[in-house]
C-alpha cells in the first residue's frame, strides 16, 4: 500500500482523466512520479487571454493535501498576480500560516479539501479576473489598472505565443 | 564532460608518474622525486578525488541505480554547504593540516553523501507506487554497510580520542555519531514504509511512528550538538562550523516536538469531543472523506459543525491546523455544542448558552432582516457569558460558514444552528431512537407560555439595569430563541419523514399507502416529542410569527400537508397518539437507504415547492 499522498493524487488523476473540467487538462509527467503534473490551461473565454493554451507545472509536497502544490506557468505570464518566472500567486495555493502578500483571509487558503481541479478553476477565474491588489507582478497590476488596452495587447501576443503563431 | 575530465586527469598522473620514473629510473628514487615536486603532488592529489569520485559513482551504481533529478539536486545542493563547513573546519585545525586530515575530511563527506542519497530513497519510498525486491535489497544492504561503517569510525575515533586526547578525531567521531542517528532514523522509517507497503489497508499508527522517531532522533541529535559545541568551545574555538546543522536540527525538533503537542491534543480532541460518525451518517453524506477521498468504511468522525472525515486525516490534519477542513471551524476553539456531546438535561443556562452561540450567527446570517426576535441580544450574551463558556463567538468566522452549510446541507434558509447536521439523517434513524444530535430536545427550558404567570422573584430578577438582571432577560431571550431553534428542527424532521413517506407511496397511489403514511408520519411526534416541551416551543413559534418563510411552519399547516402529499383520505386520523405499526415503516426506511441521493433532490424540490406555496399563501389550510 503506498502512501496516502500518491493515493489521493492517483485518485484526483483518475477523476480529472474522467471527467475533465472544460478548458482544463492535467496529469502526472511521468507515470513514475505522480509528484510533478503538467497542466494545460485554455485561457478563459471573453477574456484577453481566450484562445491561449498555458502550459504550467505543479509540484505536490510529499505531505499532499496537508500542504498545497506549487503551480508555475512554464510559459511567459503577464499577468498581475503571476510572477516573472511564472510562479502563481492565488491564496487557494498558500498554507493558512503564511500570508506572503499579508491580505489573505484564512478562509481562502489551501485546505485538504481543495483539490487540482480546483486549483486550476481559480487559476483560471484569476487569469480572468486579475486581482490587482496582490500583485506579483507589479507592472502588470499598475497596467492591467491604468492602461488596460496595452494589458490586452501584451496578453493577445501570449496568447499567439503559447500558440506558435507569429505575434 | 566528466569522462573528459578523467581522461584528462588520467592522461596527467600517468605523464608525472611516467616522467618520474624515466628520470630516476628506479622505484624508490621516483616516488621521492613526485612527493618532493609540488606540480606532482598536485596532481595527484586530484587524481586521488577522481577516484574517489569514480568510486562513488559505482557505490552509487550499485546501491541506488540511477538517481531521480530531485535526488541530485538535493545531493548537490547539501554537498556543497558540506564542503563549505568542511572548509571552516580546516581553519579550527589549521595547525594538523596534511594530507591525512584532508583524506579523512574526503571519507567523511564521502559517507555523507550517501547517507543524504539513503535519506532521500527512504523518503522515495511513500510516494513511489511500485517498488520492486530489488530496491529493498540495495536499500538494506546501503543501509547495514553505512551503519557498519559509522560505528567502526565511531568506535576508532572514540579510541584515538582517549589513546591520543582530544584532537581533530573529536570531530570525526562527532560527525560520526550524527551520522549513525541519521542511519537509525532512516532505518526506522524504512521499517515503518516498508511494512506499511505489505498491508493493503492504510496503516493509522505509523504517523505517529514516525512522529515519535523524529521527536527522539531530534533530542539525541540535539544534545549531541550542543555537547560537541560545549566541548569544542573548552578545547579550541568555538566550532563555526556546526551551527548551520545545529540550527537546522534544533529547528526541527521544534517542529517535531511542536508537532507532536499538536497531535496529541488533536487526538485526545478526536478520542473525547468528537462522536464517532454512525453507519447511517455515513450511509447518508456520500461516504468519502474528503481529504484523502477515499471510502469511509470505519473509523470516521463528525466534527461540531457536521463534516465527517477518517480518524487518520483529520488526525494529520489537525497537527497542522485545529480547524475544521471544510468550513474552517475552529474546533479548539468551539465547545462540542450541537451535536451528540451535548449534556443531556443538567446545565440548563449553560446548554442554552451554547446553543445561542451557535444559533445567533446562524440565524444573524441567514436572516439579517431579524426573524427571530433575539439573535442580536444572544450574540452580545455570548460575549458576556465569554468567561462562563470559553469565547465562544469571538474570534472565530462562524457565520460564513454556516452559511455555507446551509447553502448545501438543508436548503431551509432559517433552521437555525441546530439544524447543521443535515435534516436528511432524520429518515434513517429509527423513530424510537433518540438521534443523538438533538439528545438536547429531552429538556429545552421551559418557558411560561403567558409572561403574566412568571413569578415576582423572576421579575424582579429581570428588571434593573444591573448586569445580573440583563443577563436574566437575556437568558429568556435565549431560551426562547433555542426553542425556535429546536421547533424549527422537529419541523424539517416532520418534512423529510412526509417527503420520505411521499416517495415510498409515490407507485400507490391511494388507498394503499394511505395508512402506514400517516403512521409513519404520526411516528415523528410520537418519538421525538415530549410533550410539554414542544408543545411550549410551537406555541412560541405562532406567537412569534417567526415563520416568514416556511421553514418553521405552524404544526397544522403541517399535518395538512401531509395529508395532502400522501392522499386526498382526510378522514385518516393524524393524531400524534396514533402510532400502530411503527416498527413496520421503521423498517421500510431501513430498506431504502440506498436511495438516498435521489431522496434528497426530491426532497430538496418538495422543499422549494413548498416554498413557493408558501410565497402564495395558503391561508386556507
Known amino acids: ?66 500542504s498545497p502544490p506549487k503551480m508555475k506557468f ?63 507582478n507589479v507592472d502588470a497590476a499598475i497596467m492591467w489598472r491604468e492602461r488596460r488596452e496595452e494589458f490586452n495587447a501584451i496578453a493577445r501576443r501570449l496568447v499567439r505565443k503559447t500558440l506558435g503563431l507569429p505575434p | 564532460m566528466q569522462l573528459l575530465l578523467s581522461s584528462v586527469c588520467m592522461a596527467l598522473t600517468s605523464a ?48 541506488l541505480g540511477t538517481l531521480r533529478a530531485a535526488e541530485f539536486e538535493h545531493l548537490l545542493e547539501r554537498f556543497w554547504y558540506a564542503l563549505t563547513e568542511t572548509c571552516l573546519a580546516f581553519t579550527v585545525f589549521r595547525d594538523d593540516f596534511n594530507p591525512r586530515f584532508v583524506a579523512l575530511f574526503t571519507v567523511l563527506l564521502f559517507l555523507k553523501s550517501f547517507h543524504w542519497l539513503a535519506e532521500e530513497r527512504v523518503d522515495f519510498m511513500e510516494r513511489s507506487p511500485v517498488l520492486g525486491w530489488l530496491f529493498h535489497i540495495r536499500v538494506g544492504s546501503l543501509l547495514t554497510m553505512l551503519g557498519i561503517l559509522d560505528y567502526v569510525l565511531l568506535i576508532h575515533a572514540y579510541n584515538s580520542t582517549l589513546v591520543r586526547g582530544p584532537t581533530v578525531q573529536l570531530v570525526f567521531g562527532f560527525e560520526y555519531a550524527i551520522l549513525l542517528t541519521v542511519i537509525a532514523s532512516t532505518a526506522i522509517k524504512y521499517v515503518l514504509h516498508a511494512a506499511e507497503m505489505r498491508t493493503d489497508t492504510p496503516w493509522e499508527n505509523k504517523a505517529v511512528f514516525l512522529l515519535y522517531t523524529e521527536l527522539v532522533i ?95 486525516c483529520l488526525r494529520s490534519w489537525f497537527q497542522r491546523q ?39 450567527p446562524a440565524a444573524a446570517g441567514a436572516q439579517p432582516a431579524g426573524g427571530v426576535p433575539a439573535p442580536t441580544p444572544a450574540a452580545g450574551v455570548d460575549v458576556n457569558q465569554a468567561g462562563a463558556n470559553g469565547p465562544l463567538a469571538g474570534g472565530q468566522p462562524m457565520p460564513p460558514s454556516f452559511a455555507d452549510l446551509f447553502g448545501d446541507a438543508t436548503g431551509l434558509p432559517n433552521l437555525g444552528g441546530l439544524s447543521v447536521s443535515p435534516p436528511p439523517v432524520m429518515p434513517m434513524l429509527s423513530p424510537f431512537m433518540m ?39 437575556l437568558r429568556l431571550l435565549q431560551n426562547i430563541n433555542l426553542m425556535l431553534d429546536s421547533a424549527g428542527v422537529m419541523m424539517s424532521q416532520y418534512q423529510t419523514l412526509v417527503s420520505r413517506l411521499q416517495l415510498t407511496a409515490v407507485p400507490p397511489p391511494a388507498s394503499a399507502a394511505a395508512p402506514s403514511l400517516v403512521e409513519g408520519a404520526a411516528s415523528g411526534p410520537v418519538a421525538y416529542d415530549k410533550p410539554s416541551t414542544s408543545a411550549s416551543a410551537m406555541a412560541q413559534l405562532e406567537a412569534h410569527q417567526v415563520t416568514p418563510t416556511v421553514g418553521v411552519p405552524p404544526l397544522p399547516a403541517e399535518k395538512v400537508t401531509i395529508e395532502d402529499l400522501g392522499a386526498d383520505e382526510d378522514d385518516v386520523p393524524s393524531t400524534v397518539t396514533e402510532a400502530a405499526s411503527l416498527p413496520n415503516s421503521d423498517a421500510d426506511f431501513e430498506e431504502n437507504s440506498s436511495e438516498l441521493g435521489e431522496l434528497r433532490k426530491r426532497r430538496l424540490k418538495f422543499l422549494e415547492e413548498r416554498n413557493r406555496f408558501a410565497n402564495e399563501g395558503r391561508p386556507a389550510e
Not at chain 1, 473540467?21 to 509528484?35: C, H, K, L, R, T
Not at chain 1, 499579508?102 to 484569476?126: C, F, T
Not at chain 2, 624515466?22 to 618532493?36: H, W
Not at chain 2, 468551539?334 to 438535561?345: G, L, Q
Open chain 1, 74 to 136: 512554464t510559459c511567459d505570464m503577464f499577468h498581475p498576480n503571476i510572477f516573472a518566472d511564472g510562479r502563481v500567486c492565488i491564496s487557494i495555493l498558500h498554507a493558512p500560516g503564511d500570508d506572503p502578500m499579508g491580505y489573505e483571509l484564512s478562509a481562502e487558503r489551501w485546505s485538504p479539501v481543495q483539490s487540482v481541479e480546483k486549483i486550476l478553476l481559480s487559476v483560471v477565474s484569476m487569469l480572468a479576473e486579475p486581482n490587482d491588489e496582490s500583485g506579483a
Open chain 1, 1 to 66: 500500500m503506498a502512501g496516502s499522498a500518491l493515493r489521493r493524487l492517483m485518485a484526483e488523476y483518475k477523476q480529472l482523466t474522467l471527467d475533465p473540467p472544460e478548458g482544463i487538462v492535467a496529469g502526472p509527467i511521468s507515470e513514475d512520479n505522480f509528484f510533478e503534473w503538467e497542466a494545460l490551461i485554455a485561457g478563459p473565454e471573453g477574456t484577453c487571454f481566450e484562445g491561449g493554451v498555458f502550459p504550467a507545472r505543479l509540484v505536490f509536497p510529499p505531505d499532499y493535501p496537508l
Open chain 2, 322 to 360: 485545529q480547524t475544521c477542513p471544510t468550513c474552517r471551524l475552529n474546533i479548539l476553539r468551539t465547545p462540542a455544542v450541537n451535536s451528540t456531546a451535548m449534556p443531556r438535561a443538567g446545565d440548563e443556562a449553560a446548554v442554552a448558552a451554547a446553543a445561542a452561540g451557535n444559533a445567533a
Open chain 2, 16 to 63: 608525472v608518474i611516467g616522467n618520474a620514473y624515466y628520470q630516476k629510473q628506479q622505484f624508490y628514487p621516483a616516488v621521492v622525486y613526485i612527493t618532493k615536486s609540488n606540480a606532482s603532488m598536485a596532481v595527484i592529489y586530484v587524481q586521488f578525488f577522481v577516484i574517489v569520485f569514480m568510486f562513488g559513482k559505482l557505490l552509487r551504481k550499485i546501491f
Open chain 2, 218 to 312: 531530534g533530542l539525541i541529535k540535539v544534545v549531541l550538538y550542543i555537547l560537541f559545541v560545549v566541548i569544542m568551545a573548552k578545547i579550541y574555538a568555538l566550532p563555526m562550523f556546526v551551527f548551520r546543522p545545529m540550527f537546522f536540527t534544533i529547528r526541527n525538533f521544534r517542529k517535531a516536538l511542536n508537532d507532536v503537542i499538536m497531535s496529541r491534543r488533536a487526538i485526545r480532541n478526536m478520542n473525547t469531543l468528537y462522536p464517532d460518525a454512525t453507519p447511517e451518517e455515513l450511509r447518508q453524506s456520500d461516504n468519502i472523506c474528503i481529504i484523502c477521498r477515499e471510502d469511509m468504511i470505519n473509523h470516521s468522525k463528525k466534527l461540531p459543525c457536521g463534516h465527517i472525515f477518517h480518524t487518520t
Open chain 2, 435 to 473: 438521534p443523538p444530535q438533538f439528545g438536547y430536545f429531552s429538556s429545552p427550558p421551559t418557558i411560561p407560555l403567558d409572561l403574566t404567570k412568571f413569578t415576582d422573584e423572576e421579575l424582579r430578577a429581570m428588571e434593573g439595569h444591573q448586569r445580573e438582571h440583563i443577563e436574566q432577560r
